[in-house]
């Protein structure tokens, strides 16, 4: 009698193995490559040389626009940081911040602190479609 009780215990342990196998087999499908990449965008700044008397101001003025597919055209909303750099492009301080208009456009006045050369460079911050 315990030998048959043992049999069906050990049967019952095979038998949920064998189930408990047949259940985790996994199955794939083939393996694909999805590449997201980053919208293009063009950004412009001008004055690309400009000379101003100390006191003076200068407006720097430039556009956003999206170069791919979706909605290609003016960027508007989009925050536009103005940076000065070094002679190389390296950025050493943010200048201040402005906003495109509905054409992609932006303006941003600034006035220097002091007698020399400046170099400047934007870039933007969109978050959108």
């Known amino acids: 009698m315990k030998r048959m009780k043992m049999a069906l215990v050990v049967l ?5 193995i ?35 008397e100390y006191g003076q101001s200068i407006t720097f003025e430039g556009f956003l626009l999206k170069n ?12 536009i940081h103005i940076y000065s750099t ?19 456009s932006f303006t941003f006045p600034w006035t220097p602190l002091d007698i020399g050369d400046y170099y400047f460079k934007a870039g933007y911050e969109f978050i959108g479609p």
């Open 12 to 16: 019952a342990l095979i038998a949920m």
């Open 18 to 52: 064998v189930t408990v196998s047949a259940i985790s087999i996994w199955y794939y499908s083939t393996h694909v490559k999805v590449i997201v990449t980053q919208p293009m965008f063009s950004l412009t700044l001008t004055p690309a040389i400009a000379t101003i």
């Open 68 to 79: 791919s597919e979706p909605n290609i055209g003016p960027v508007a909303g989009a925050t």
């Open 86 to 104: 070094d002679i190389e492009g390296n950025i050493m301080v943010e200048v201040g911040t402005t906003t495109t208009l509905e054409d992609g």
